[in-house]
C-alpha cells in the first residue's frame, strides 16, 4: 500500500510539476524570474515543515500527516485551475507546496520506520523508489497527453480529484510506533562529521534540480521543438531509467561498490549527462539524458541507504526530514538562480552550469570518505 501509494502520488505530481512552466508562460504570461519564484516557494515549504513534521511522524501516527496532505494538494489543485494573476496564483501554489511536503515526507517516514534485516531493507528502498519513479514516468507521459486533450486548467482539477480518491485507501497504511524523544538526542545524531558531509554534498547536488524545474521543459520547447506530449515522453524515458536503476539497486547492487566508487560513477554520469543533453539534436540529447537518469537514480538510493544507516529507527522521522530539507534547500536556491538565468542566457545554460557543479563534487566525495 505505501508503494501504491508514492507511485499515485509521484504520477499526479509529474503530470503537471515539470509542465506547469509552459502553462505559466504561455498562457499566464509569467516571468521567467516570476516562474523561478514560483517553484522556490514550493521548496521552501519543505524546508518550514520538515522537522516539525518528521518529529511529528515519530510522535503521532503519520498516517493522518498523509490524509492532511492529501486533501490540501487536491484543494489547492482546483484552486490553481481558477486563477491567472501572479499574486493569489502565489499564495495558493505555497498552500500546495506545504500539503506536497506533508504527503510525502509522511510516506517516508513511513517506509523508514519498516523493520526487516539489511537486505530485505534494500529490497524495500528499491521497491518504494522504483513505484516512485515508475509514476513519474506514466505522470509525465499522461501529462503531456492530457494536456494535448484537455487544457492546463482540466488537467489541475484531474490530478485534485485523483488525490482526493485516495483520502480512502489511505485507511490501509501502515501505522508506526510512536515514539518520543528529546531535542537533544536529534541534536546529537544530526550534528556529526559523517551527516554534515552527507549535508554538504547533497544540498550541492540538489542544486541542477532546481535548474530542471525552471529550465528544462523550456528548453526541450524552445531549443528541441517539442510539443507537451514530446516533453512527456522525453521525460518518462528518463524516469524509466531510473526506476529500473533503483529496482536493480535494490535487489542487485547494494553494499557491492566501494562508497567512492559508487559516488564517482553516479556523479560522472548524473553531471556529464546534464551537459552533453543540451546538444539540441534530440536522439544525442535523450540518450545523454538516460545517462544522467542512471546517475541520479544511484544517488536516489544511495540517499536513502545512507539515512537508514546513520540513524537510529525510534527518532527517523525526525532525522530523515535531512532528506527533504536539504534537497529542498538545493532546489530552492537553484531556482532562484537557474529561473532568470535561464531566460537571460537561454534554457541551456542552467543545465550546463549545474552540470559542471555536478561533477566538482568528485574531489569533494574523495576528501569527505577519505576522512
Known amino acids: 500500500m505505501l508503494s501504491i501509494f ?71 489543485l482546483w484552486g490553481m485551475a481558477t486563477l491567472r494573476s501572479f499574486r493569489p496564483f502565489f499564495l495558493i501554489f505555497w498552500g500546495f507546496g506545504l500539503s506536497a511536503a506533508l ?63 485516495m483520502w480512502w485507501p489511505s485507511a490501509w497504511l501502515p501505522v508506526v510506533p510512536a515514539v518520543r524523544a528529546s531535542m537533544w538526542e536529534y541534536r546529537r545524531e544530526l550534528f556529526t562529521r559523517p551527516v554534515l558531509f552527507f549535508v554538504t554534498w547533497l544540498f550541492l547536488f540538489t542544486l541542477h534540480w532546481g535548474a530542471e524545474a525552471t529550465s528544462l521543459t523550456l528548453f526541450l520547447q524552445h531549443n528541441l521543438g517539442l510539443e507537451a506530449q ?3 515522453a522525453y521525460m518518462a524515458g528518463e524516469f524509466a531509467v531510473i526506476t529500473v536503476t533503483a529496482y536493480l539497486y535494490g535487489r542487485f547492487w547494494a553494499g557491492r561498490l566501494q562508497p567512492l566508487t559508487f559516488l564517482a560513477v553516479a556523479l560522472l554520469a548524473s553531471g556529464s549527462g546534464h551537459i552533453l543533453m543540451t546538444w539540441p539534436i534530440l536522439p544525442w540529447s535523450f540518450a545523454w539524458r538516460a545517462v544522467h537518469g542512471f546517475g541520479d537514480g544511484l544517488i536516489l538510493m544511495e540517499t536513502y541507504a545512507t539515512v537508514s544507516r546513520q540513524f537510529h529507527v525510534d527518532r527517523i522521522g525526525g532525522t530523515s526530514s535531512l532528506i527533504p530539507l536539504i534537497t529542498t534547500m538545493g532546489v530552492l536556491v537553484g531556482s532562484l538562480i537557474f529561473g532568470p538565468l535561464g531566460a537571460a542566457m537561454g534554457y541551456q545554460a542552467p543545465l550546463i552550469i549545474s552540470g559542471i557543479i555536478t561533477l566538482a563534487l568528485l574531489p569533494v566525495a574523495y576528501r569527505g570518505l577519505q576522512e
Open 6 to 76: 508514492i507511485g499515485v502520488y509521484a504520477a499526479v505530481i509529474s503530470s503537471i510539476y515539470f509542465l506547469l512552466p509552459l502553462h505559466l508562460q504561455g498562457n499566464l504570461k509569467f516571468s521567467g524570474a516570476q516562474i523561478g519564484l514560483l517553484y522556490a516557494v514550493f521548496n521552501l515549504n519543505a524546508i518550514l515543515v520538515s522537522f516539525p513534521v518528521g518529529v511529528s511522524g515519530d510522535r503521532y501516527a503519520a498516517r493522518g500527516l498523509t490524509r492532511l496532505g492529501l486533501a490540501g494538494c487536491a484543494l489547492c
Open 103 to 165: 504527503l510525502s515526507q509522511s510516506l517516508n517516514i513511513m517506509l523508514f520506520k519498516g523493520n526487516g534485516a539489511e537486505g530485505s531493507t534494500a529490497r524495500r528502498f528499491g521497491h518504494f523508489n522504483a513505484m516512485r519513479m515508475g509514476g513519474m514516468m506514466l505522470g509525465t507521459l499522461a501529462g503531456g497527453f492530457l494536456v494535448h486533450l484537455l487544457n492546463f486548467p482540466r488537467v489541475l482539477q484531474l490530478c485534485g480529484g485523483v488525490l482526493l480518491l
Open 230 to 232: 514530446g516533453i512527456g
